[in-house]
Protein backbone atom coordinates (compact mmCIF):
# COMPACT_ATOMS: atom_id res chain seq x y z
CA UNK A 1 0.00 0.00 0.00
CA UNK A 2 1.05 3.55 -0.64
CA UNK A 3 -0.50 6.94 0.36
CA UNK A 4 0.78 9.75 -2.02
CA UNK A 5 0.24 13.68 -0.52
CA UNK A 6 -2.83 12.66 1.17
CA UNK A 7 -5.21 15.05 2.21
CA UNK A 8 -8.51 15.40 4.12
CA UNK A 9 -10.54 18.28 4.76
CA UNK A 10 -13.78 17.90 6.98
CA UNK A 11 -15.75 21.12 6.08
CA UNK A 12 -17.61 23.15 8.41
CA UNK A 13 -20.58 25.43 7.58
CA UNK A 14 -18.00 28.46 6.41
CA UNK A 15 -14.62 27.65 5.12
CA UNK A 16 -12.50 28.80 9.05
CA UNK A 17 -14.80 26.27 10.50
CA UNK A 18 -12.76 23.37 7.98
CA UNK A 19 -10.99 20.98 9.99
CA UNK A 20 -7.76 19.62 8.40
CA UNK A 21 -6.96 16.43 9.57
CA UNK A 22 -4.87 15.45 6.69
CA UNK A 23 -1.89 17.40 5.51
CA UNK A 24 -0.13 15.82 3.00
CA UNK A 25 0.39 12.55 4.48
CA UNK A 26 2.65 9.70 3.01
CA UNK A 27 2.44 6.38 4.08
CA UNK A 28 3.98 3.03 2.50
CA UNK A 29 3.29 -0.62 4.11
CA UNK A 30 4.74 -3.37 2.24
CA UNK A 31 3.78 -7.13 1.98
CA UNK A 32 4.08 -8.70 5.25
CA UNK A 33 4.90 -5.20 7.27
CA UNK A 34 3.96 -4.23 10.43
CA UNK A 35 3.67 -0.63 11.02
CA UNK A 36 1.97 1.46 14.00
CA UNK A 37 0.95 4.92 13.44
CA UNK A 38 1.32 6.42 16.95
CA UNK A 39 0.20 10.06 17.82
CA UNK A 40 -1.91 12.33 20.11
CA UNK A 41 -5.38 12.55 20.37
CA UNK A 42 -7.14 14.43 17.55
CA UNK A 43 -3.65 14.22 14.98
CA UNK A 44 -5.60 12.80 12.37
CA UNK A 45 -5.04 8.70 13.09
CA UNK A 46 -8.65 7.74 12.78
CA UNK A 47 -9.30 9.18 9.67
CA UNK A 48 -6.04 8.31 8.12
CA UNK A 49 -6.73 4.67 8.59
CA UNK A 50 -10.13 5.50 7.40
CA UNK A 51 -8.66 7.23 4.35
CA UNK A 52 -6.26 4.48 3.59
CA UNK A 53 -9.22 1.76 4.24
CA UNK A 54 -11.24 3.71 1.83
CA UNK A 55 -13.82 3.81 4.20
CA UNK A 56 -13.46 7.93 3.95
CA UNK A 57 -12.60 9.73 0.79
CA UNK A 58 -9.34 12.01 0.91
CA UNK A 59 -9.90 15.32 0.01
CA UNK A 60 -6.47 15.12 -2.18
CA UNK A 61 -4.08 12.45 -3.06
CA UNK A 62 -3.62 9.02 -4.26
CA UNK A 63 -3.78 5.69 -2.28
CA UNK A 64 -2.41 2.44 -4.17
CA UNK A 65 -3.89 -1.18 -2.66
CA UNK A 66 -1.84 -3.60 -4.29
CA UNK A 67 -1.55 -1.56 -7.97
CA UNK A 68 -5.04 -0.30 -7.75
CA UNK A 69 -5.65 3.38 -7.48
CA UNK A 70 -8.63 3.19 -4.92
CA UNK A 71 -8.92 7.13 -4.31
CA UNK A 72 -10.78 6.69 -8.23
CA UNK A 73 -12.82 3.69 -7.69
CA UNK A 74 -16.17 3.76 -8.10
CA UNK A 75 -18.17 2.99 -4.59
CA UNK A 76 -19.83 -0.31 -5.41
CA UNK A 77 -16.29 -1.34 -6.88
CA UNK A 78 -14.43 0.00 -3.72
CA UNK A 79 -17.21 -1.67 -1.43
CA UNK A 80 -15.87 -4.96 -3.06
CA UNK A 81 -12.30 -3.98 -2.75
CA UNK A 82 -12.33 -3.77 0.22
CA UNK A 83 -13.93 -6.76 1.57
CA UNK A 84 -11.49 -8.58 -0.92
CA UNK A 85 -8.07 -7.39 0.08
CA UNK A 86 -8.64 -5.33 3.74
CA UNK A 87 -9.86 -6.72 7.39
CA UNK A 88 -10.53 -3.43 9.36
CA UNK A 89 -10.39 -3.80 13.46
CA UNK A 90 -11.90 -0.73 15.35
CA UNK A 91 -11.59 0.46 18.79
CA UNK A 92 -15.86 0.35 18.99
CA UNK A 93 -16.26 -3.59 18.14
CA UNK A 94 -18.72 -3.73 15.09
CA UNK A 95 -20.05 -6.97 16.22
CA UNK A 96 -24.07 -7.10 15.44
CA UNK A 97 -25.57 -7.48 18.84
CA UNK A 98 -28.46 -9.63 18.47
CA UNK A 99 -26.67 -12.10 16.56
CA UNK A 100 -24.44 -14.77 18.46
CA UNK A 101 -20.46 -14.61 17.82
CA UNK A 102 -20.82 -17.66 15.52
CA UNK A 103 -23.40 -15.43 13.59
CA UNK A 104 -21.35 -12.37 13.68
CA UNK A 105 -17.88 -13.98 12.10
CA UNK A 106 -20.23 -15.88 9.59
CA UNK A 107 -21.76 -12.49 8.55
CA UNK A 108 -18.94 -10.80 6.34
CA UNK A 109 -18.29 -14.39 4.88
CA UNK A 110 -22.30 -14.47 3.59
CA UNK A 111 -22.01 -11.04 2.94
CA UNK A 112 -19.13 -12.35 0.11
CA UNK A 113 -20.75 -14.94 -1.02
CA UNK A 114 -18.12 -17.17 0.57
CA UNK A 115 -18.51 -21.19 0.31
CA UNK A 116 -18.80 -23.48 3.46
CA UNK A 117 -18.65 -20.43 6.20
CA UNK A 118 -19.62 -22.03 8.57
CA UNK A 119 -16.41 -24.41 8.47
CA UNK A 120 -14.12 -21.51 8.24
CA UNK A 121 -16.09 -19.86 11.21
CA UNK A 122 -15.47 -22.38 13.74
CA UNK A 123 -11.59 -22.49 12.42
CA UNK A 124 -11.18 -18.72 13.36
CA UNK A 125 -13.02 -18.55 16.29
CA UNK A 126 -10.80 -21.24 17.30
CA UNK A 127 -7.25 -19.73 16.65
CA UNK A 128 -8.93 -16.49 18.70
CA UNK A 129 -9.64 -19.02 21.52
CA UNK A 130 -13.40 -18.25 21.36
CA UNK A 131 -14.55 -21.59 20.74
CA UNK A 132 -16.38 -21.94 24.02
CA UNK A 133 -18.26 -18.92 23.42
CA UNK A 134 -19.13 -19.05 20.10
CA UNK A 135 -23.27 -19.19 21.06
CA UNK A 136 -22.86 -15.91 22.95
CA UNK A 137 -24.34 -12.84 22.36
CA UNK A 138 -21.23 -9.62 22.27
CA UNK A 139 -23.47 -8.63 25.60
CA UNK A 140 -22.03 -11.64 27.20
CA UNK A 141 -18.09 -11.20 26.37
CA UNK A 142 -15.16 -9.11 27.88
CA UNK A 143 -13.80 -6.61 26.46
CA UNK A 144 -10.65 -8.99 25.20
CA UNK A 145 -13.20 -11.66 23.85
CA UNK A 146 -15.09 -8.92 22.12
CA UNK A 147 -11.81 -7.28 20.73
CA UNK A 148 -10.56 -11.03 19.60
CA UNK A 149 -14.37 -11.64 18.05
CA UNK A 150 -13.60 -8.62 16.18
CA UNK A 151 -10.69 -9.36 14.92
CA UNK A 152 -12.08 -13.07 13.95
CA UNK A 153 -14.67 -11.16 12.00
CA UNK A 154 -11.80 -9.04 10.26
CA UNK A 155 -9.71 -11.94 8.89
CA UNK A 156 -13.12 -13.77 7.98
CA UNK A 157 -12.65 -12.79 4.19
CA UNK A 158 -8.74 -13.67 4.47
CA UNK A 159 -7.38 -9.87 3.98
CA UNK A 160 -3.94 -9.12 2.84
CA UNK A 161 -4.03 -5.91 5.08
CA UNK A 162 -5.29 -5.18 8.50
CA UNK A 163 -6.08 -2.19 9.27
CA UNK A 164 -6.04 -1.38 13.12
CA UNK A 165 -7.70 1.88 15.20
CA UNK A 166 -6.92 1.84 19.00
CA UNK A 167 -7.58 -1.92 19.19
CA UNK A 168 -6.17 -2.52 22.41
CA UNK A 169 -7.13 0.68 23.37
CA UNK A 170 -10.26 -0.49 26.11
CA UNK A 171 -8.27 -3.42 26.99
CA UNK A 172 -5.72 -3.91 30.33
CA UNK A 173 -2.40 -4.71 29.98
CA UNK A 174 -2.26 -8.24 29.86
CA UNK A 175 -5.06 -8.66 27.79
CA UNK A 176 -3.82 -6.31 24.96
CA UNK A 177 -0.79 -7.48 24.77
CA UNK A 178 -2.73 -11.18 24.17
CA UNK A 179 -4.05 -9.53 21.44
CA UNK A 180 -0.99 -8.32 20.02
CA UNK A 181 0.29 -11.40 20.18
CA UNK A 182 -1.85 -13.32 18.44
CA UNK A 183 -1.73 -10.29 15.37
CA UNK A 184 2.21 -11.03 15.41
CA UNK A 185 1.81 -14.33 14.77
CA UNK A 186 -0.46 -13.85 11.81
CA UNK A 187 2.08 -10.95 10.64
CA UNK A 188 5.14 -13.65 10.83
CA UNK A 189 3.75 -16.83 10.35
CA UNK A 190 0.88 -16.13 7.51
CA UNK A 191 2.58 -12.74 5.89
CA UNK A 192 -0.30 -10.46 6.76
CA UNK A 193 0.35 -6.93 6.63
CA UNK A 194 -0.71 -4.75 9.36
CA UNK A 195 -1.40 -1.25 10.17
CA UNK A 196 -2.23 -0.43 13.61
CA UNK A 197 -3.09 2.88 15.19
CA UNK A 198 -2.07 3.70 18.64
CA UNK A 199 -1.08 5.81 21.51
CA UNK A 200 0.21 3.36 23.51
CA UNK A 201 4.22 3.78 23.26
CA UNK A 202 4.49 0.02 24.06
CA UNK A 203 2.29 -1.50 21.66
CA UNK A 204 3.34 0.66 18.65
CA UNK A 205 7.51 -0.44 19.78
CA UNK A 206 6.62 -3.99 18.69
CA UNK A 207 6.13 -3.22 15.41
CA UNK A 208 8.79 -2.94 12.07
CA UNK A 209 7.85 0.52 11.59
CA UNK A 210 6.89 3.57 13.58
CA UNK A 211 4.76 6.21 11.82
CA UNK A 212 4.25 9.52 14.44
CA UNK A 213 1.44 11.84 13.06
CA UNK A 214 0.67 15.09 14.35
CA UNK A 215 -1.27 17.78 13.85
CA UNK A 216 -1.87 15.52 10.77
CA UNK A 217 1.49 15.21 9.29
CA UNK A 218 3.61 12.26 9.62
CA UNK A 219 6.43 13.63 11.72
CA UNK A 220 9.24 10.93 11.77
CA UNK A 221 9.38 7.38 10.49
CA UNK A 222 11.22 5.14 12.83
CA UNK A 223 12.73 1.83 11.25
CA UNK A 224 13.07 -0.96 14.20
CA UNK A 225 15.26 -3.25 13.45
CA UNK A 226 15.36 -6.15 16.08
CA UNK A 227 17.40 -4.27 19.08
CA UNK A 228 19.21 -1.18 16.91
CA UNK A 229 16.98 1.47 15.91
CA UNK A 230 17.33 4.02 12.90
CA UNK A 231 15.61 7.10 11.75
CA UNK A 232 15.00 7.43 8.25
CA UNK A 233 15.34 11.02 6.87
CA UNK A 234 12.86 12.05 4.31
CA UNK A 235 11.48 15.75 2.44
CA UNK A 236 8.63 16.51 4.72
CA UNK A 237 5.46 18.09 3.05
CA UNK A 238 6.11 21.50 3.48
CA UNK A 239 9.34 20.84 1.73
CA UNK A 240 11.71 20.22 4.98
CA UNK A 241 14.08 17.57 5.49
CA UNK A 242 15.93 16.35 8.62
CA UNK A 243 19.62 16.07 8.59
CA UNK A 244 20.81 14.20 10.91
CA UNK A 245 22.82 15.94 13.91
CA UNK A 246 26.36 14.57 13.19
CA UNK A 247 25.94 15.19 9.44
CA UNK A 248 24.67 19.06 10.82
CA UNK A 249 27.97 19.49 13.31
CA UNK A 250 30.62 18.41 10.48
CA UNK A 251 29.48 20.71 7.92
CA UNK A 252 28.50 23.75 10.36
CA UNK A 253 25.00 23.83 9.91
CA UNK A 254 22.43 25.69 12.29
CA UNK A 255 18.96 24.41 13.86
CA UNK A 256 16.89 25.33 10.51
CA UNK A 257 18.78 26.32 7.30
CA UNK A 258 17.24 26.65 3.95
CA UNK A 259 18.63 25.27 0.85
CA UNK A 260 18.62 25.73 -2.82
CA UNK A 261 19.16 22.71 -4.71
CA UNK A 262 20.55 22.04 -7.79
CA UNK A 263 20.66 18.70 -9.39
CA UNK A 264 24.33 18.60 -11.38
CA UNK A 265 24.68 15.23 -13.24
CA UNK A 266 24.05 12.24 -11.10
CA UNK A 267 24.20 14.06 -8.04
CA UNK A 268 22.17 16.75 -6.25
CA UNK A 269 24.20 19.90 -4.35
CA UNK A 270 22.63 21.73 -1.48
CA UNK A 271 23.12 24.98 -1.13
CA UNK A 272 22.59 26.67 1.96
CA UNK A 273 21.20 29.81 1.43
CA UNK A 274 21.31 31.18 5.33
CA UNK A 275 25.33 29.57 5.75
CA UNK A 276 28.48 31.06 3.96
CA UNK A 277 29.67 27.76 2.90
CA UNK A 278 30.18 25.63 0.00
CA UNK A 279 27.24 23.57 -1.71
CA UNK A 280 27.05 20.04 0.53
CA UNK A 281 27.84 17.15 -1.90
CA UNK A 282 25.54 13.87 -1.39
CA UNK A 283 28.09 11.25 -1.75
CA UNK A 284 26.23 8.45 -3.15
CA UNK A 285 25.11 9.07 -6.30
CA UNK A 286 21.81 10.00 -7.01
CA UNK A 287 19.95 7.12 -8.58
CA UNK A 288 17.18 7.30 -10.82
CA UNK A 289 13.58 8.04 -8.83
CA UNK A 290 11.99 4.83 -10.24
CA UNK A 291 13.12 1.70 -10.63
CA UNK A 292 11.29 -1.79 -12.12
CA UNK A 293 10.73 -4.26 -10.24
CA UNK A 294 12.53 -7.86 -11.41
CA UNK A 295 8.77 -9.96 -10.35
CA UNK A 296 5.90 -7.87 -12.26
CA UNK A 297 7.96 -5.50 -14.54
CA UNK A 298 5.95 -2.69 -12.86
CA UNK A 299 7.82 0.88 -12.51
CA UNK A 300 8.13 1.78 -8.97
CA UNK A 301 9.61 4.50 -6.83
CA UNK A 302 13.41 4.13 -6.16
CA UNK A 303 13.34 4.43 -2.12
CA UNK A 304 10.59 1.78 -1.91
CA UNK A 305 11.72 -1.61 -0.05
CA UNK A 306 9.12 -3.85 -1.32
CA UNK A 307 7.49 -3.90 -4.79
CA UNK A 308 4.22 -1.81 -4.22
CA UNK A 309 2.44 -3.86 -6.83
CA UNK A 310 3.48 -7.33 -6.08
CA UNK A 311 5.29 -7.45 -3.15
CA UNK A 312 8.80 -8.23 -4.00
CA UNK A 313 11.89 -7.51 -1.60
CA UNK A 314 14.16 -5.79 -3.03
CA UNK A 315 17.63 -5.99 -2.03
P1 LIG B 1 -7.33 10.89 16.26
O1 LIG B 1 -7.88 9.58 15.81
O2 LIG B 1 -5.84 10.99 16.14
O3 LIG B 1 -7.79 11.26 17.63
P2 LIG B 1 -9.14 12.03 14.28
O4 LIG B 1 -8.74 11.52 12.95
O5 LIG B 1 -10.31 11.39 14.92
O6 LIG B 1 -7.88 12.02 15.26
O7 LIG B 1 -9.43 13.59 14.15
C1 LIG B 1 -8.54 14.51 13.55
C2 LIG B 1 -9.20 15.89 13.53
O8 LIG B 1 -10.31 15.86 12.65
C3 LIG B 1 -9.74 16.34 14.87
O9 LIG B 1 -9.55 17.73 14.96
C4 LIG B 1 -11.22 16.00 14.80
O10 LIG B 1 -11.96 16.86 15.60
C5 LIG B 1 -11.50 16.21 13.33
N1 LIG B 1 -12.58 15.33 12.83
C6 LIG B 1 -12.59 13.97 12.86
N2 LIG B 1 -13.70 13.48 12.28
C7 LIG B 1 -14.42 14.56 11.87
C8 LIG B 1 -15.69 14.73 11.19
N3 LIG B 1 -16.40 13.69 10.78
N4 LIG B 1 -16.08 15.99 10.93
C9 LIG B 1 -15.34 17.05 11.31
N5 LIG B 1 -14.16 16.98 11.95
C10 LIG B 1 -13.70 15.75 12.22
MG1 LIG C 1 -9.00 8.15 16.85
Given amino acids: MAAHDVFKIYEGKEQRTDVVALRGVNVELHAGEFVSIIGPSGSGKTTLISVLGGLIRP ?25 EHLGFVFQISNLVPMLTLQENVMLP ?15 LLSAVGLTERRKHKPSQLSGGELQRAAIACALA ?16 TTTSQEVMDYLKDLNQEQGLAMLVVTHNEQIASQANRILRIKDGSVLTQRLREDTSAEELYEIS ?10 LRRQVGLERLVQFRISSEGDHLKLYPSSVKSPPIVAEEPIKPVEKTCPACSQTVPQQVIYCIHCGHKFN
Fill in 59 to 83: TAGTIFIRGTTITTLPTSQLVQFRR
Fill in 109 to 123: MKVAGKKDPKKRTLE
Fill in 157 to 172: NDPEILLGDEITGELD
Fill in 237 to 246: VKGRITIPEE
